[in-house]
């Protein structure tokens, strides 16, 4: 089987079967995604991480289906049942779901009435009535009446026959096969409010009256309904086709599978409406099981690709570097919390204090944040962008402007998560003199000096830019988000006498026990002076260095080659580079002249082939390179401090805080992240948000349209776009029919009912509780009517810590 698997994994990537058959003996070895990726692009003939990610799923999903199926035949062997045509079809069966199919007949299964009924004798007489409709039922049955076996009269009979016909017919494979697909393509999901839930479920609106193909719903629709379901607002139906007058187009299909059809028999009736009684009873009940896990799961794929990609771009934002930092933790009656952390990120001083109200000490605040960034060299004031944000960002501001010969650089960070770290066990081992209401602070400072660093102790469900992610199965959603920073962190590089254990555990190869034998040998001895000094760390043995001696740097030590992203194993490439160009190896890092005049070819010999030593000159270049983006921050408009201070026809500054499928959360500095509509975006198509904006990213956008009561504001990122006059006139957008829809959809988009906030914005404030699926404005609104014009119905912003 395993054969199979590689040849079947090969053809899905579009790859040789010997690079899966490769990869795959790497994986079995205890080898990491970014460790092949990397340092063993020879064996895999070039895979890459997105590839070799997929492969490792699919690999999971073949594997676990090759042993399901193993169970199957040993279950329907042990019944005596399996014959040579029922093994070959259990042996060609490609997925899950098409096993089980073919096992459903053969499943032990509690004593149901087609059971009891064939141990009354009536298997006879259901066969008999199926092969032969010329034979009159009521009569066929007479002569199976038998009070002992509990069958007291013909229509008794006919009705256990009935049972049997029913469970044959929803159990055949193939027939339930064409029949899913048939009811996937054609039928929807249609949702009704429960009676008298319209108040209580209001962010639910937008599904009180709506249906839409399995086909066309997006993700997030379908995880908004599952969820208003779950609350008891929503009733669901899956309906196999479009609402019609006439009889099922599926009922025939069954009958054709039997040959049964109406020709005037005697028969032909009792055996059509069996028929009838088994899709309505049975197989459509089986469909809707189905599918129902079907959409769930397509929609739990989409929605952790989302939450996925948009933790890579807030992992891999542009870290501010090493440079003392000020952090600030806003609040208003609590005050604000103070942190400084030099360029180590090692907390120096901490302090509280009261600027806003109900305190109001304005001027002392003032003073003693001068004191502390002048005392400690300070560069960088973070400010979180929770409640009281913007207050503690006009503080800052005047800080800047009284003292300019301080030369601080202020900053809105967000602190999605702050909280989670303050009060994790690792925040109390890493800070046990600072109370938990100041580790914020510093959480806050140190994750504008280096993001990933800083983010990487914190669970990744609660950094904050998912969708829905609380209704996601959380197996699925934590194996991909940790695959997420493990790619992220080797990606960049971590230096091994400054990291974090959270940090080093996210290392090819380190388990978080070794994280912590690392550090505390650090601890005991001092910085590591070279990588080969890892190997006299306890536990570390040597498959462990393998994997993760080449994504570990260490600066200034012994051997220049130990900070670059090359592996020790191929130090020698480099040495046979540097004599042949007359030199030493550290005059040769760096110096690209004569790294270019190199030909790669030269140096290619058993064990390094020509991927492995192009690579090598190129980090020679740049050794140790950051992958991350420059540096660079948003500026918020003065005076605009609240949603009432926001106006139609705003152009603003702001950083994209989260992308969701439907559009981008953007925050402006109100305390509420206002939402881009994908419609919005551009002026041409956009099928995938992320192709034109990330997280982090620093756009300009224009305010279409604000709703204080519902906290909402539109934006857009075409700024030639119209917003919506403040008296609320304008042209309106076209009527919503059922199913979800306007008649002619802008850009062609499958996204026009609002969502409600999918989980989107970080940090404190309004309207928390993430994912909360929320009802679009009223449709008598200017808001609504500005979302219809710009296409945007009605998903909203918020934010969160």
Known sequence: MTTSIEARIAEELGVRERQVRAAV???????????????????????????????????????????????????????????????????????????????????????????????????????????????????????????????????????????????????????????????????????????????????????FDFAEPFTALPSHRILAMLRGEKEDVLSLDLEPEEATDGPSSYEPMVASRFGIADRGRPGDKWLQDTVRWAWRTRILVHLGIDLRLRLRTAAEDEAVRVFAANLRDLLLAAPAGTRATLGLDPGFRTGVKVAVVDATGKVVATDTIHPHVPANRWDESLAKLARLAKEHAVELVAIGNGTASRETDKLAAELLAKHPELQLTKVMVSEAGASVYSASAFASQELPELDVSLRGAVSIARRLQDPLAELVKIDPKSIGVGQYQHDLAETKLSRSLDAVVEDCVNGVGVDVNTASAPLLSRVSGISSGLAENIVAHRDANGPFRSRRALKDVARLGPKAY????????????????????????????????????????????????????????????????????????????????????????ATFKEGVEKLGDLASGMVLEGVVTNVAAFGAFVDIGVHQDGLVHVSAMSKTFVKDPRDVVKPGDVVKVKVLDVDIPRKRVSLTLRLDDEAVPEDGSGERGPRRERGGRPPQQRQGQGQGRGQGRQGGGQGRGQNQGQGRGQAPAPANSAMADALRKAGLFGEGGGKRR
């Open 25 to 207: 003996e790497l994986l079995d070895g205890g080898s990491t995604v970014p460790f092949i990726a990397r340092y063993r692009k020879e064996a895999t003939e070039m895979l890459d991480d997105a590839q070799l990610r997929t492969l490792e799923e699919r690999l999971r999903y073949l594997r676990e289906l090759e042993d399901r199926r193993t169970a199957v035949l040993d279950s329907v062997r042990e019944q005596g049942k399996l014959t040579e045509e029922l093994e070959a079809r259990i042996l060609a069966a490609d997925t899950k779901a098409r096993l089980e199919d073919i096992y459903l007949p053969f499943k032990p299964k509690r004593r149901t009435k087609a059971q009891i009924a064939r141990e009354a004798g009536l298997a006879p007489l259901a066969e008999r009535l199926l092969a032969d409709p010329s034979v009159e039922p009521a009569a066929a049955a007479a002569a199976y009446v038998d009070a002992d076996k509990g069958v007291a009269d013909a229509p008794a009979a006919l009705e256990g026959a009935r049972a049997i016909l029913t469970e044959k017919f929803s159990e055949d494979a193939d027939l339930i096969g064409e029949l899913r697909e048939r009811m996937w393509g054609r039928g929807r999901l249609a949702a009704k409010v429960r009676e008298g839930k319209e108040q209580e479920g209001a962010k639910f609106s937008d599904y």
């Open 546 to 633: 393998e994997q993760c001696a080449g994504f570990l740097r260490i600066r200034g030590g012994d051997d220049p080659l130990d900070a670059s992203a090359v592996h020790p194993e191929a130090y020698p490439v480099v040495r046979r580079m540097a004599k042949t160009t007359g030199g030493e190896v550290a005059a040769l890092i760096g110096d690209t002249g004569t790294l270019r005049s190199l030909r790669a070819g030269d140096f290619v010999d058993d064990s390094f082939g020509l991927p492995t030593v192009t690579d090598i000159l190129r980090e020679l270049e740049k050794p140790g390179r950051d992958p991350r983006p420059a540096f660079k921050t």
